[in-house]
């Protein structure tokens, strides 16, 4: 099983919704989130980081704080999807967006072109 730790800034947001979107929608992968900022949610700490296969990043500044913080114990792929703070939590728009770049993360996925209906 895939293990994959989703970062962004206070873990309550994009992070957050990654988790629990991904852990009710996909049983192949196993899913944790965290925040890079002291007062996150779940913040940043290296047990999480070192048990990660991939590591998703929202933004290039949650890659570059967590290679300076952990930088010895990442053994893990790091993805950084460039997906800015605009959303709030379960977002159906976020929520498209992360089915839209699973395949960089999410191994044997296949490439979402289409944008789903959010009318379901």
Not at 8 to 31: Q, W, Y
Not at 55 to 61: A, L, S
Not at 63 to 82: D, E, M, P, Y
Request: hydrophobic share 40%; charged share 25%; proline share 5%.
């Amino acid at each position: 099983m895939q293990k994959i730790l989703f970062v962004c800034t206070m873990n309550k947001l994009r992070s957050a919704t990654a988790e629990g979107h991904f852990a009710a929608t996909d049983p192949t992968i196993d899913v944790r989130s965290c925040g890079t900022a002291s007062d996150a949610h779940v913040p940043m700490n290296a047990e999480d980081v070192s048990w990660a296969d991939t590591i998703v990043c929202m933004e290039h500044t949650h890659a570059k704080k967590l290679r300076k913080r952990f930088k010895n114990a990442i053994k893990a792929n790091v993805v950084i999807l460039g997906i800015p703070d605009d959303y709030d939590y379960m977002d159906p728009g976020l929520i498209w967006l992360l089915e839209k770049k699973k395949h960089l993360f999410i191994r044997n996925s296949p490439r979402h072109e289409e944008m789903p209906s959010l009318n379901r």
